[in-house]
């Protein structure tokens, strides 16, 4: 079977297939949804605890057993390839909305050639107002956010989406079967379109950094966010006798007490390191056998979370 020409070759792959607007755009997303800092943590501590484990498992399995996700789980047990099969599956519903996010980007290329931009000015309601009114819209509303919902159409939340946007794309139109060949004009692309997104990135951060109020944003993305518990210590019995006041300490809570929170941050792991999909197992077949895949599990997880809080530092 052909193998990776280097390491970073195969790093390279394995990253810009787990780095993708599930870390550009979800991530910060989720953190500011639940609390900052505690997010944060939260989201680190299942990322040891789940996502380096399974990730190493995965690349273990398709390092030693050189096949596919089909033929990893068919060769544990002929019963198992329907996990493979599944896993395809889920590669299909992804692309499905997955390429609306594509067509999004197209449509804001294409109409950002335009003269005057679309959503340099908001359109004109009229003395009627038929529609609900946000909040957005009474303090007097911005372009973008009026052209959104009108050019693009509504959406709740924010997609689900692991996989790398442009280096992805690339890559399957390349020919992904023949990268560990290596083909001087693949590995060209395989570079450009992994290190391409931290160059605009660091460039997004610098730009960032000298806004005002950035060191607010800072203090909010990595202060935790606590709120009054519901339930707090009995109050003094009444026959006590009177003494002097003292504070009442109300225990606080924060996203580590909620289910939802801890829901989202384990999905993001593995929407983030793109576990469960195939593709890690696919890339890991073609690496040395004896590579150490430990190691490997580790670089990728934390080059995954850095550039999470890459973008979270960005977007904050």
């Known amino acids: ?82 996990i493979g ?40 309601t009229g003395p009627n107002l038929t529609g609900g009114v946000g909040r957005a819209e009474l303090g007097g509303p911005s372009g973008p956010s009026s052209w959104w919902p009108h050019g693009l159409g509504r959406t709740r939340g924010v997609p689900m989406a692991p996989v790398a946007g442009g280096s992805q794309w690339v890559r399957k139109s390349w020919g992904g079967s023949r990268w560990p060949s290596g083909s001087r004009g693949s590995l060209q692309v395989l570079y450009v379109s992994t ?39 009995p109050s003094p019995p009444a026959r006590r006798a009177p003494s002097l006041p003292r504070p009442r300490l109300s225990p606080q809570v924060s996203a580590w007490g909620t289910g939802q929170a801890w829901r989202q941050a384990a999905t993001q792991v593995f929407f983030a390191l793109g576990l469960g999909f195939g593709s890690v197992i696919a890339y890991a077949s073609y690496s040395a056998r004896h590579s150490n895949c430990h190691r490997d599990a580790v670089l990728v997880a934390g080059l995954n979370a850095l550039t999470s809080l890459l973008a979270t530092l960005i977007v904050f």
């Open 85 to 124: 099969l599944a896993s395809c599956l889920v590669c299909v519903f992804v692309a499905l909305y997955y390429n609306v996010i594509i067509a999004w980007s197209l449509l804001y290329l294409a109409r950002s050639f335009q003269h005057p931009l679309p959503w340099q000015s908001c359109p004109s």
């Open 1 to 82: 079977r052909p193998a990776w020409t280097s390491k970073a070759q195969y790093i390279l792959a394995q990253l810009g297939f787990s780095v993708g607007l599930g870390n550009i755009w979800r991530f910060p997303y989720l953190c500011h949804q639940n609390g900052g800092g505690a997010f944060l943590l939260l989201y680190l501590l299942l990322l040891f605890l789940l996502g380096i484990p399974l990730l190493f498992l995965e690349l273990a399995a398709g390092q030693c057993l050189r096949q596919g996700s089909v033929g990893v789980w068919r060769s544990i047990s002929p019963r198992l390839a329907g």
């Open 195 to 233: 290190l391409f997104p931290y160059f605009v990135l660091l460039c997004l951060l610098v730009r960032g950094l000298l806004l005002d109020g950035a060191p607010e944003g800072i203090r909010i993305m990595f202060t935790p966010k606590v709120r009054p518990c519901p339930w707090g210590p």
